[in-house]
T-cell receptor, first 115, second 111 residues
Framework: NAGVTQTPKFRVLKTGQSMTLLCAQD?????MYWYRQDPGMGLRLIHYSVGEGTTAKGEVPDGYNVSRLKKQNFLLGLESAAPSQTSVYFC??????????????FGQGTRLTVV | DAKTTQPPSMDCAEGRAANLPCNHSTISGNEYVYWYRQIHSQGPQYIIH???NNETNEMASLIITEDRKSSTLILPHATLRDTAVYYCIVTRVEYGNKLVFGAGTILRVKS
């Protein structure tokens, strides 16, 4: 049982390059999220999904696109990377929450540097 | 989603209880209170959550005031490994349970 797995763990991009970050969860969770965390700051929500085939914008969606074609995978794309997108990216998944269930599980992060 | 207010930092002696406060005065009736922590640069870790009653699990206790406008996370016997940033989050289920993180409280446990 791997939980939430993010690929890759580290990446250096040149300005203007594109890439896709992959998040995979094996817990059959409905909800999935992408966050970014800049140095000394809390996490900010980029996009999220409440189920297969659905996506929605979070606090800071500009410059990113996402897809949830399969329930277990949530992809985050950068079409034209900018230095301002240098950050640590965290993926999370969450079952439909009730009082007794509702913990979000986070991946270990992807450290992206755009030069 | 309701906004939360936490002190920026706190210190606690090892072996003592750590009490981390959180204000959420605009919380709605269907919003839950969640606590997460982030150790160094790892992914956040779930601690506990509740709606209106006090909750306890193997990691911590959550005390929610009767008017639900504030809560306290209690780590009963803090250890050095509990040094982390602690986030108090309020969220509604029907919004996909999205977690909006503030700056949190840096808890430093000292020997």
């Amino acid at each position: 049982n791997a939980g939430v797995t993010q690929t890759p763990k580290f990446r250096v991009l040149k300005t203007g390059q594109s890439m896709t970050l992959l998040c995979a969860q094996d817990m059959n969770h409905e909800y999935m999220y992408w966050y970014r965390q800049d140095p000394g700051m809390g996490l900010r929500l980029i996009h999220y999904s409440v189920g297969e085939g659905t996506t929605a914008k979070g606090e800071v969606p500009d410059g990113y696109n996402v897809s949830r074609l399969k329930k277990q995978n949530f992809l985050l794309g950068l079409e034209s990377a900018a230095p301002s997108q240098t950050s640590v990216y965290f993926c999370a998944s969450n079952p439909i929450p009730t009082l007794r269930v509702g913990a979000a599980f986070f991946g270990q992060g992807t450290r992206l540097t755009v030069v | 989603d309701a906004k939360t207010t936490q002190p920026p930092s706190m210190d606690c002696a090892e072996g003592r209880a750590a009490n981390l406060p959180c204000n959420h005065s605009t919380i709605s009736g269907n919003e839950y209170v969640y606590w997460y922590r982030q150790i160094h640069s790892q992914g956040p870790q779930y601690i506990i959550h509740g709606l209106k009653n006090n909750e306890t699990n193997e990691m911590a206790s959550l005390i929610i005031t009767e008017d639900r406008k504030s809560s306290t996370l209690i780590l009963p016997h803090a250890t050095l490994r509990d040094t982390a940033v602690y986030y108090c989050i309020v969220t509604r289920v029907e919004y996909g349970n999205k977690l909006v993180f503030g700056a949190g409280t840096i808890l430093r446990v000292k020997s």
